[in-house]
T-cell receptor
Framework: DAGVIQSPRHEVTEMGQEVTLRCKPI?????LFWYRQTMMRGLELLIY????????DSGMPEDRFSAKMPNASFSTLKIQPSEPRDSAVYFC???????????FGPGTRLTVL | GEDVEQSLFLSVREGDSSVINCTYT??????LYWYKQEPGAGLQLLTY?????DMKQDQRLTVLLNKKDKHLSLRIADTQTGDSAIYFC??????????FGRGTSLIVHP
């Protein structure tokens, strides 16, 4: 299996621009998680989907952040407009079911100038 | 809410054993995990232990769980330079969402 696939691996953008991060979970996994990792706050859960439905989005920092999962093999995390404090590594993880072990993608390193 | 604590850094000499410690607060934890993150990469699951176990061994890795004290440790025998990474402890209980520690940076020097 190819594992969880994320794109792009690196993104540099200017403040105010829209940013879209993409994730393809492992085939057969029904749960998908978006995390943000920073030096200051460590690993934070942003949102969790189960069977393409958002279950818990309490970690989404503000309305500038939105996530979708239109089908079982694709999810996006969008930031509009982006701000320098959004600079972080964003990870996607998937699991067979919500309670099972999570498998992480390689992450997208976002830099907002 | 639940909390997971780890020390931030550990430095060891190549060939020595490394012990990374973790404490957690959720008394309903059912699974406890160790993940490894190498530079520029995602978190890779190393091993996990069920809460009804005291110990799990997997080649050079030994996980010890003291459920009474809510203390988890990861021992790496014969530590190599390739073991240099950040190690995350995580626990999962009734919420189904794992709680991760801040990670321990293991530095292995010759």
């Amino acid at each position: 299996d190819a594992g969880v696939i994320q794109s792009p691996r690196h993104e540099v953008t200017e403040m105010g621009q829209e940013v879209t991060l993409r994730c393809k979970p492992i085939s057969g996994h029904n749960s998908l998680f978006w995390y943000r990792q920073t030096m200051m706050r460590g690993l934070e859960l942003l949102i969790y989907f189960n069977n393409n439905v958002p279950i818990d989005d309490s970690g989404m920092p503000e309305d500038r952040f939105s996530a979708k999962m239109p089908n079982a093999s694709f999810s996006t995390l969008k930031i509009q407009p982006s701000e320098p404090r959004d600079s972080a590594v964003y990870f996607c993880a998937s699991a067979v079911a919500g309670a099972d072990t999570q498998y992480f993608g390689p992450g997208t390193r976002l830099t907002v100038l | 809410g639940e909390d997971v604590e780890q020390s931030l850094f550990l430095s060891v000499r190549e060939g020595d054993s490394s012990v990374i410690n973790c404490t957690y607060t959720d008394s309903s934890s059912t699974y406890l995990y160790w993940y490894k993150q190498e530079p520029g990469a995602g978190l890779q699951l190393l091993t996990y232990i069920f809460s009804n176990m005291d110990m799990k061994q997997d080649q050079r890795l030994t996980v010890l769980l003291n459920k009474k004290d809510k203390h988890l440790s990861l021992r790496i025998a014969d530590t190599q330079t390739g073991d240099s990474a950040i190690y995350f402890c995580a626990e999962k209980g009734g919420s189904y969402i794992p709680t991760f520690g801040r990670g321990t940076s293991l530095i292995v020097h010759p």
